[in-house]
């Protein structure tokens, strides 16, 4: 922000204090710090974003890194980012990285790296900065797991009472056919519904087949491309991506072991 946004921000003519307060219950309404994202980052206006995070309470140092950290190691054991978390020490700071982009932390609150983790990992660093927020406790153990641990798909209850209900679905539709085509001469009309009724009842059984068959083939494809973006981190070999920033002499305290610098996101 430049000093003349500074001057306006902070010289807002009488009931300064009130307006910013007002401006800043005004964001809590209107945003979810909870759930809150690059796409909510990029709704907040420079007032509102002053509002909300204010300067002389950030979280800085060492324990801005331990924040970030366990924020950072939880979400990706929930899924909601894909990246493997490395620490470092002297001066502490917090690597993650992907098969194709990275973001590094700094004790001040600045972040560099570039791609989808570094959009991932600014918000989770403003929000830790914020006393207010509420950090999870960090998991215990790796929380990505190795290739060989994914397994082909979820779970195959769902997939199994379809393919219960759509051969249900061909058995009640061979026994309408049969019995409308052993009465076509004797009943007529009532049979040529029942042959157009074990049809219909034929096509929705074959139709839950192949969604059953597409979700398994999703499943499987969804699992071989999480095993590749694993390994794309280097969880099988223990090798590094070749664009990570050098640390050269330091060794990384982690789960499994570009852009310039910006200022705090």
Do not use: H
Request: aromatic share 8%.
């Amino acid at each position: 922000m430049s000093d003349a946004e500074d001057e306006a921000y902070s010289d807002r003519g009488e009931g300064g204090s009130e307006s910013v307060q007002e401006l800043r219950e005004a964001v809590d309404e209107k945003y979810d710090f909870e759930n809150f994202g690059p796409a909510e980052m990029a709704e907040m206006s420079i007032d509102e974003w002053q509002a909300a995070f204010d300067p002389e309470t950030w979280i800085t140092g060492e324990e801005l890194i331990d924040r970030v950290e366990a924020d950072l190691k939880t979400r990706v054991r929930n899924r909601e980012v894909f990246a493997r978390v490395e620490r470092y020490e002297d001066p502490p700071r917090l690597l993650a990285y992907s098969e194709n982009s990275y973001a590094m932390v700094y004790p001040d609150g600045s972040v560099e790296g570039e791609g989808t983790v570094l959009r991932d990992v600014k918000p989770t660093v403003a929000l830790c900065s914020m006393e207010s927020y509420d950090v999870p406790e960090a998991p215990d153990g790796p929380v990505l797991p190795r290739p060989d641990e994914v397994p082909e798909g979820g779970s195959e209850l769902g997939n199994n009472m379809l393919q219960v209900i759509a051969g249900m679905q061909i058995l009640a539709g061979i026994v309408l056919l049969g019995g409308g085509v052993f009465s076509f001469g004797t009943r007529g009309e009532n049979a040529l519904l029942l042959i157009i009724a074990g049809f219909g009842f034929l096509a929705i059984g074959v139709v839950l087949f192949v969604v059953v068959a597409n979700a398994r083939l999703s499943d499987t494809f969804r699992a071989e491309e999480f095993r590749d973006r694993l390994r794309g981190v280097g969880l099988e070999d223990g090798e590094r991506p070749e664009f990570l920033p050098p640390a050269p002499g330091e060794e990384a305290a982690g789960d499994d072991a570009g852009e310039s610098r910006s200022e705090r996101p």
